[in-house]
């Protein structure tokens, strides 16, 4: 097929490969919505479909989006009953991290706060499940947030180290 080829077949290809690159262009940070005014349908059309969708306790609906370099970032899209965006957030920060407390926090308001975690753990002798979250600190430098909580869904322990996957040979970190 040459590029000026006017075929129909020619033609018909040429849009199916310019409608894949428009695809691969979704915007996975909301950039284009605007709160109070954008829907539902214009946050699937920019964004595609969500990883996980979530009705909080106070019936605003959160749709979040992981993405970004390994993982590092989810965002949420809170959507009010009226079917409008409210806000479209960056949830993986340590903003957000600080609102999650052992003791009090339960795995639900973890999961409406931060969406789906990276990876789970299920450590049968401690009887608690572990939930990890890759994010960047302000500084860009790599870091883990790890939530553990108890059966009965109450947070344990939530602590940020810095990824050790991220550490090259002589680099200092052992």
């Known amino acids: 097929m040459r590029f000026f080829d006017s075929s129909p ?6 849009a199916a490969l ?3 690159l428009l695809q691969g262009c979704a915007s996975y940070d909301g950039r284009g919505l605007v709160a109070g005014s954008s829907t539902e349908a214009d946050v699937e059309r920019i964004m595609g479909a969500p990883a996980e969708k979530l009705v909080t306790t106070g019936g605003e609906r959160v749709w979040f989006y992981p993405h970004a370099p390994m993982g590092r970032e989810t965002h949420a899209v809170r959507i009010g009953p009226d079917g409008k965006v ?17 003791g009090t926090t339960t795995t639900r308001e973890v999961r409406e706060l931060l969406g789906p975690p990276n ?13 990890e979250y890759l994010y960047f600190n302000e500084m860009l430098v790599p870091f883990i947030f790890y939530v553990q909580s108890s059966s009965d869904g109450v947070v344990r322990e939530a602590f940020s180290i810095r990824d050790p996957s991220q550490d090259t040979p002589g680099s200092g970190y052992h």
């Open 9 to 14: 077949r020619s033609l018909f290809l040429k």
């Open 119 to 131: 990876r789970v753990y299920h450590m049968r002798r401690q009887e608690r499940e572990a939930w």
């Open 18 to 20: 310019a409608a894949a």
């Open 86 to 102: 409210r806000a479209v957030e960056q949830r993986l920060t340590e903003a957000f991290f600080a609102k999650v407390w052992s």
